[in-house]
T-cell receptor
Framework: KAGVTQTPRYLIKTRGQQVTLSCSPI?????VSWYQQTPGQGLQFLFE???????NKGNFPGRFSGRQFSNSRSEMNVSTLELGDSALYLC?????????????FGEGSRLTVL | GIQVEQSPPDLILQEGANSTLRCNFS?????LQWFHQNPWGQLINLFY???GTKQNGRLSATTVATERYSLLYISSSQTTDSGVYFC???????????FGPGTRLSVLP
């Protein structure tokens, strides 16, 4: 079956703009979580959605937001982009939420902010 | 929250050599996974191994939960094994997965 699909794969934005990233989980998976990966901070948890509800949020400013739709697809949005938002954004899906799930990752969306 | 350390940070091997990667964590866990990040950035599942030992081809992993560490063994390494290896554990306090800093492996032909 198809894996986790993230779009777009690459994008370039300028400071102050906003960006929306999309993630389609593996069929049947209801949990979607997002991670930011930078050379300096490594992989950091952004948020987790399960059944259209945000279950947990990492230590990121309010400019980072997300949502999940009834078909389990998820989007994350970053508003008022800053240079430091340049990163690889990874989405993971899991059958179950939280501790009970095994994570499966997409290929990521690589964002460059100029 | 839970702290995750990985060692060594960098490892260079000749093709055919064996290696052991280590993951230490600061609190008890009941969900631990190993991933390989390929040069294109995708994280590939290697093992879901909260305890015990598993093997998959040339790779095997062991988690000793009571002593708070996990080991990933790579035997007869190949150039395609190059990349960064991460362990991730579930933080029961923060209710999210925490990743270690990774081990960067380079396998030379």
């Amino acid at each position: 079956k198809a894996g986790v699909t993230q779009t777009p794969r690459y994008l370039i934005k300028t400071r102050g703009q906003q960006v929306t990233l999309s993630c389609s989980p593996i069929s049947g998976h209801r949990s979607v979580s997002w991670y930011q990966q930078t050379p300096g901070q490594g992989l950091q948890f952004l948020f987790e959605y399960f059944s259209e509800t945000q279950r947990n949020k990492g230590n990121f400013p309010g400019r980072f937001s997300g949502r999940q739709f009834s078909n389990s697809r998820s989007e994350m949005n970053v508003s008022t982009l800053e240079l430091g938002d340049s990163a690889l954004y990874l989405c993971a899906s899991s059958i179950l939420q939280g501790n009970t799930g095994e994570l499966f990752f997409g290929e990521g969306s690589r964002l460059t902010v100029l | 929250g839970i702290q995750v350390e990985q060692s060594p940070p960098d490892l260079i091997l000749q093709e055919g050599a064996n290696s052991t990667l280590r993951c230490n964590f600061s609190d008890s866990v009941n969900n631990l996974q190993w991933f390989h990040q390929n040069p294109w950035g995708q994280l590939i599942n290697l093992f879901y191994i909260p305890s015990g030992t598993k093997q998959n081809g040339r790779l095997s992993a062991t988690t000793v939960a009571t002593e708070r560490y996990s080991l990933l063994y790579i035997s007869s390494s190949q150039t395609t094994d190059s990349g960064v290896y991460f362990c991730a554990v579930f933080d029961n306090y923060g209710q999210n997965f925490v990743f270690g800093p990774g081990t960067r492996l380079s396998v030379l032909p």
